[in-house]
């Protein structure tokens, strides 16, 4: 007697961050559209002068820098009465920085949280690419071994024979209903930050959490 045998393989994993991706805002606000614009230029200037001379795609602590355009509008608010004031002109930018060390990009926040006009948005944290390629592979073979381990489980209780793979599929790919995708899936968690932002505080401390790589793969079997 044979059996034909059909499951699902899974792995989950956690590792730790080799790269943070800083993001931030910069801008003021005034009546004065040259000056709001003058204002934005050049704390742009300031934020490029603090953190490019750290810029080395190989070596670090920053891989990569990218700064938006400064960009000018204006808008015409209204009073508690109901009318209209004059014009508000707005001048912001963005930019973002990734770094291979965590200590000076928490030595770089502690000096822009206090400049003014300047917004820290949040970090992505993430692997490598060459890493997260590496990390990907592990895991599907994990997942892999997962399906052979239940397909084991489930032919011994059966009181089959070992059984023999005849397929190894994405999910949904061996004609079930089901859908999904063996590519890892990545969760990146928002920085956690510990200490002051002021020079009479501790020295902030980032803490990455641990970025979780998640992988399925539908697999068959005769036994």
Known sequence: MTATITVRGSHTALFDAERATLSLSAGFQGPDRKD???RATSLAAEIAALITPHLDADAGPVTRWAADRVHVWSERPWNTEGKRLP???HASLGARAEFS???VLGRVIEQLAVVEGVTIGGIDWDLTRARRDELTEEVRVAAVADAVRKAGAYAQAAGLG???VTAVADPG???DSSSGDSAPQYERAMFAARGAADSGGA???LTPEQIQ???SVDARFTA
């Open 36 to 38: 709001v614009f003058a």
């Open 87 to 89: 014009l508000v002109y």
């Open 101 to 103: 060390d965590f200590d």
């Open 162 to 164: 070992s059984p023999a």
């Open 173 to 175: 790919m061996l004609g």
């Open 203 to 205: 020295p902030l401390t």
């Open 213 to 215: 790589l998640s992988c």
